[in-house]
Each structure stands twice: as structure tokens, then as C-alpha cells.
């Protein structure tokens, strides 16, 4: 292991040299640094479409339904249950999970090859498709909303019922592993197609964008319980009288909302 990481950063200088003396030539070499790159139509499509769909329109989605529930200068808790958010989710994940199974499609047939990373690669991408198909039906399958604005008052999601507490907690916990599963599984991807290096370079300059972007909002606050968000702090309603459901979701009152993020 210490031959590995020093042979390792002795290739960082030399790597590093022939970025800088080269970057065009370097950039478009395979990570390998082969002097050519082949790849079969299908599978560039294949590759095309999963990045599409779990590292661009699943990751926004999820951002979206965690830090935007309270959208930028809307008076809450004078104005509630702004839907804005939840349209902007919706969309995105629809979007982002029929670009996977289309992916998938094209790579029906194709094997995932003999070596290690194909093989790690195919078993993860069958996980996460496998989860992406099971957020569409957990979502489908969430509830009644219910609440004061709603036909009827009772419901799963303003009762927060156990069926509706078993959900969230399923499609958060799940949706944010896979999606951290899915930068594992895109690497893999490009280290068996032998892909080109500045696919790599913007996809690690993307996922650090999104990282920063989340570590950001969350440190601000913004990652409010959607229960509030849509009904408000006052503790009448059945929901704001249990524990919130999530990792870092934020509750205010009124005043601590308008102290925090001022008047909008």
C-alpha cells in the first residue's frame, strides 16, 4: 500500500508537467493515455443519458426538494405551501429516471465485461436503477395530503401517519445515498470506457459545485421541514407536535425565521 501511494505522488509532478505543457492534447487523451479512444454508439448513448439523468436532473431535483421548500422572497409563514419547489422535483426526477431507463435499454445486450470495474460498475448501475424505479413508486404511493386547504382535513402527510413518517424516511435516506452511489458508479463508468479526460475534469468540477452548493444552503438554514413550509409553525396542526423526519431539517418560529433570513 505505501509502494502504491508513493509511486502515486511521483507520478502527480510528471502528470501535472503534461497537463500544463499540453492541456488541449491532455484533455482530450484517454484517462488511460492511450493514443486513441474507441467506443460502440450504444454505449455512448448508455453513458450520455446515465450522466444525464444521475448526474445532472436527479441531483438538482433532490437540492430542490431540500432547500427550496420557503422559495427567495416569499413572506412565510404569511404565504404557505409555495408549490414551486415541489413542481421543480417532480419534474426533474420524472425526467431523470426515464433518461436512466433509456440508458439502461441501450445497454441491454451488451455485457458488463470480465474485468473488476465493468462487473462493480453493472452491479451498481442495477442498484441504482433499481432505486430510481422505487422513489417514483414511493412517491406514488405516499399518501393523502390532507390539511385545511385540502378536500378533506385528515390525511397521511397532515396527520403525519405512519405510512406517511415510513415514507419520508425511505425516499430521503434513500434518494441521497444513490445519489452518492451514482458519482461511484460514473467514475467506474468512465474508467472502463476509457473516456476521455475532460469528462472527468467536468464532472469532478460539477459534483464540487453541487457539494459546495449543499454545504452552503445547509450551513444557512435552508433545509426546512417541509411539514412548516407548507402549513406554517403553529403547533394546532398534528404534524408540528412530532419530531421532524430527516438528517439537518431546520424548524422555525415566526420570528426566528424573519431573524435569520429577515424581511422578504
Not at 88 to 99: E, N
Not at 243 to 262: L, M, P, T
Request: proline share 4%; net charge positive.
Amino acid at each position: 500500500m505505501c509502494l502504491i501511494a508513493l509511486m502515486g505522488a511521483l507520478a502527480v509532478p510528471a502528470v501535472a508537467h503534461a497537463a500544463l505543457a499540453q492541456p488541449w492534447n491532455w484533455l482530450l487523451a484517454p484517462l488511460s493515455g492511450a493514443g486513441e479512444h474507441h467506443i460502440a454508439g450504444r454505449t455512448a448513448w448508455h453513458a450520455r443519458l446515465m450522466v444525464l439523468g444521475w448526474g445532472l436532473l436527479l441531483p438538482l431535483g433532490a437540492l430542490a426538494a431540500r432547500f427550496f421548500k420557503i422559495m427567495p422572497g416569499q413572506d412565510w409563514p404569511r404565504q404557505l405551501d409555495n408549490t414551486a419547489w415541489w413542481h421543480v422535483h417532480r419534474g426533474l426526477q420524472y425526467a431523470g429516471v426515464l433518461a436512466m431507463t433509456v440508458g439502461l435499454g441501450l445497454a441491454w445486450g451488451l455485457g458488463s465485461g470480465r474485468d473488476t470495474p465493468a462487473r462493480v460498475h453493472a452491479w451498481l448501475g442495477w442498484g441504482l436503477c433499481i432505486a430510481g424505479w422505487a422513489q417514483v413508486a414511493g412517491g406514488l404511493l405516499r399518501g393523502g395530503k390532507g390539511g385545511p386547504t385540502d378536500v378533506q382535513l385528515h390525511g397521511d402527510h397532515y396527520d403525519m401517519t405512519r405510512w406517511r413518517v415510513g415514507f419520508e424516511r425511505l425516499h430521503k435516506s434513500l434518494g441521497w445515498l444513490a445519489i452518492v452511489l451514482a458519482v461511484a458508479t460514473i467514475v467506474l463508468g468512465l474508467i472502463v470506457a476509457d473516456a476521455a479526460r475532460w469528462m472527468a475534469v467536468v464532472l469532478a468540477a460539477w459534483w464540487l459545485a453541487l457539494g459546495t452548493a449543499f454545504v452552503s444552503l445547509q450551513r444557512q438554514g435552508r433545509c426546512i421541514d417541509t411539514y412548516q413550509a407548507i402549513w406554517g409553525p403553529d403547533t394546532t396542526h398534528p404534524g408540528n407536535r412530532q419530531a421532524s423526519v430527516g438528517w439537518g431539517v431546520r424548524r422555525y418560529s415566526a420570528s426566528a425565521w424573519r431573524a435569520r433570513f429577515g424581511p422578504n
